[in-house]
């Protein structure tokens, strides 16, 4: 089984304000995550906090897997996402979230799900993005996090 997230319609691009990690802990404690969770799966290296936050909220174990497409300023620096870690093992997980901060094109979410077990639904939560499945939606590329030292 498996979720293949879409992007909403396209709006107008919006600048948003930056959000503090209160904030941004408050939103994650309201949010509705599915029922019947195994496990968090993040995408690092932008998911692996929001991952480890949801993971922590749901009481979930939490693997990684690192894929590397866009530079620090969120521009594609290859023409496809890059495995820079093993893949991890599910074990006896049947059905995961996969957690990254933003998702702008979507081909490092795509990538990473297409690492995973077909037997495994994969699906999809991030932090900031203009898809349903976003924290804070949005159509502005940027992010500068609370916990990122740059």
């Keep these: 089984m498996n979720s293949t997230p879409r992007p909403s319609k396209a709006a107008a691009p919006v600048k948003t304000k930056e959000l503090d990690f209160k904030e941004i802990a408050a939103k994650l404690a309201a949010w509705n995550f599915p029922a019947g969770l195994d496990g968090i799966v993040a995408i690092a290296t932008g998911g692996a906090v929001p991952a480890a936050l949801v993971a922590q909220k749901l009481g979930?174990?939490?693997?990684?897997?690192?894929?590397?497409?866009?530079?620090e300023d969120n521009e594609p620096?290859?023409?496809h996402p890059k495995l820079l870690s093993s893949i991890p093992g599910l074990g006896d997980w049947k059905r995961v979230l996969l957690v990254d901060d933003l998702y702008l094109s979507g081909k490092s979410w795509n990538a990473a799900r297409a690492f995973l077990s077909p037997d495994v639904e994969v699906l999809p939560f991030v932090l900031k993005g203009n898809v349903d499945f976003a924290l804070i939606?949005?159509?502005?590329t940027g992010a500068h996090w609370p916990w990122s030292a740059s």
């Design 137 to 140: 939606r949005t159509t502005d």
């Design 77 to 79: 620096q290859f023409a």
């Design 60 to 71: 979930l174990g939490l693997k990684t897997i690192s894929i590397n497409y866009r530079n």
